[in-house]
């Protein structure tokens, strides 16, 4: 189990909870992106096509990940 804080944070509000979340993102060489989650490091870039170096997955990918999840 990890000493560092959890980037998640849950607070009760009225009737229900509020959840929030620590990250922070970067813009790398051309149109690739990196970003800190906790103790995480995430990666992205783009296809050619669209002026990346195909070098990570873009970020739909993770998007779709996460909800496939």
Do not use: W
Request: aromatic share 12%.
């Amino acid at each position: 189990m990890s000493d560092e804080p959890s980037p998640f944070r849950m607070e009760r509000i009225n009737s229900g909870f509020r959840f929030s979340l620590d990250v922070e993102a970067r813009t790398a060489e051309r149109q690739t992106k990196v970003a800190t989650f906790g103790k995480f490091t995430i990666h992205c870039d783009e296809g050619a096509a669209i002026g990346g170096d195909d070098t990570a997955p873009p970020p739909l990918a993770y998007f779709a990940s996460s909800i496939a999840f």
